[in-house]
């Protein structure tokens, strides 16, 4: 006879959540700078193949009103850890550099990794951080500057502060900011580097083409591989895997793979080079959709593929160099069929590709049109492992199991908000096909300038404030309609005047 307080501990666990061996594994694949327009899967016009990526479509749900929190990468990453808006803390706009930093996410503030592993998961993140962290210099001072003179004063036997160690993961290798861009070029294995820079960037030795100009003449560690980081973090995050199905295969795990492609440059591994018919950026596709395609096959050869829910997204939409260029040079269009690019307010600056799959759940070869962010992702899974959120977490994300599963008979989000390149300064918000932007132009790149000039669109109320458009009509957003619908307009800013009063875009958990 089993004793109460066995009984009493089963259901707890049998209402509370799943038990471990049941929990999924969880493997997030977060590309940087894939728009939606790059995937085949998505645009039937791009000139890239991406079979990997178009077989996980097949196998999975294609969301295709999926949008990044942010119009570039930091204030996204920020909100797909914690669930909240970047806008919301202080320095919610910055993008990092270098040394940049102190970490955005606030000490104790509950995060994804932080949840799972309440949760009873193992956590890993492999990759691109970006989200601050902090470097201090001889004398012990933290350093919180990204100049090229800053990432010089760095003490590299001292350990990094704020860190995904500090946020939830157990471990960690990747780089502090964009990997093959801002001026520290080393792995971060756990809080330390290991092999620090020893002299200067060699840029004379890299590719020379429009796609590997954005490439700063920062410091070098010897075994930093320009042209292959995106395959040694494969390799981590396989290795990690592997280790973790040999040590506890009782136990799920939680592997985020942020990748460097597609972010410029361009530099796409040897054995990728010229493989496609759209040159050095098509090349970098290519690679990212090999990387996502062995890192199914590992679940396979692990024989875990039908226990792992898999996640792909995009952090922002395309840069401006590699839409303007694979435009007019392959007829390729990373932000089709969208207005804007990376940085803007506009669809093609934050409408990106989501990819779930979780064999058994979720219908193979299904899609999606309801309203999804990147900051969903955190009350979703809670409510997949039965996590608890806390009135103080998760503020902006909504559950989107319902729709996962088929069972969705209404929109999840009654809204969705948006930052663009100026944070808090360049907010916009979407209410079914409604989209009003708080501010005048693109809130990001700069149409006079002579690249990009000839993708800009006559003002139709030049004189507006804000701008409103119709998606269900003008799914380019060519005409402003603040003017023709001035109620609307107001009602829509209104609530977004709520949303930054409250704290919040979702309702506060019940007590």
């Known amino acids: 006879m089993k004793s109460p307080g066995l009984i009493f501990t089963l259901i707890t666990l049998g209402c509370g959540s799943m038990l471990a061996a049941e929990l999924p594994n969880v493997l ?23 079979p990997n990526i178009d077989r996980l479509a097949r196998e999975g749900m294609r969301f295709t009103d999926a949008h990044s929190p942010a119009t570039v990468c930091t204030p996204s990453r920020y ?49 691109k951080w970006h989200v601050g962290l902090t470097f201090r210099d001889s004398l012990g001072e933290a350093i919180h500057q ?65 796609y590997a100009n954005d490439c700063r003449g920062g410091i070098i560690a010897p075994d930093f591989p320009m042209q292959e980081v995106d395959l040694l973090f494969l390799k981590k995050s396989r290795e990690f895997m592997q280790e973790h199905m040999r040590s506890a295969p009782e136990k799920p795990f939680f592997l985020y793979h942020a990748a460097q492609a597609v972010h410029l440059p361009s530099f796409a591994a040897p054995e990728f080079q010229n493989k496609t018919q759209a040159g050095p950026h098509g090349d970098f596709i290519a690679e990212l959709d090999h990387i996502v395609g062995a890192l199914l096959q590992e679940l ?19 840069e401006t160099t590699s839409v303007v260029h694979m435009r007019s040079d392959y007829d ?85 908000l948006m930052q663009a390149f100026g944070g808090q300064r360049t907010l916009s918000i979407r209410r079914a096909n409604w989209k009003y932007i708080d501010h005048r132009s693109s ?26 458009y119709d998606l269900a009509s003008d799914p380019g957003e060519t005409t402003n309609l603040y003017f023709k619908h001035p109620e609307i307009a107001a009602e829509l800013k209104a609530l977004l005047e709520q949303s930054k009063r409250e704290g919040r875009s979702t309702t506060p958990p019940q007590p």
């Open 79 to 127: 909100s797909l850890m914690t669930g909240q808006m970047a806008f919301r803390v202080p320095g919610g706009g910055t993008v990092f550099q270098g040394a940049g930093g102190p970490s955005l996410i606030a000490p104790g503030r509950l995060t994804l990794p932080s949840m799972l592993k309440r949760q009873g998961y193992a956590t890993a993140a492999v990759g």
């Open 332 to 416: 390729h269009d990373g932000a089709r069929p969208w207005r804007g690019m990376k940085r803007d307010a506009w669809e093609g600056g934050h409408r990106v590709p989501l990819i779930i799959r979780w064999p058994g759940h979720v219908k193979s070869g299904s899609t999606s049109d309801q309203l999804a962010s990147l900051t969903d992702v955190m009350a979703t899974l809670a409510a997949i492992t039965g996590a608890k959120l806390p009135i103080n977490a998760a503020e902006d994300s909504f559950n989107l199991l319902p729709v996962l599963e088929g069972k969705a008979t209404a929109p999840v989000r009654p809204c969705l």
């Open 443 to 468: 809130g990001g790149n700069n149409y006079t300038s002579p690249e990009l000039q000839p993708f800009a669109l006559p003002e139709i109320a030049p004189e507006a404030p804000g701008q409103l």
């Open 300 to 318: 396979e050869k692990l024989g875990i593929a039908d226990k792992t829910i898999v996640l792909l997204s995009s952090d922002n939409g395309p």
């Open 28 to 50: 997030l694949i977060l590309a940087d700078d894939l728009g939606y327009g790059d995937l085949r899967c998505y645009n039937a016009q791009s000139k890239v193949p991406t």
């Open 146 to 210: 990204g100049r090229l003179e800053d990432v010089r004063r760095i003490d590299f036997t001292r350990r990094i502060e704020g860190g995904p160690l500090d946020h939830g993961f157990e471990r960690f290798f990747g780089t502090a900011c964009c990997p093959t861009t801002d001026w520290l070029y080393a792995f971060i294995d756990g809080d330390h580097i290991p092999v620090p820079p020893q002299g200067p960037l060699d840029r004379s030795k890299l590719p020379k083409h429009p």
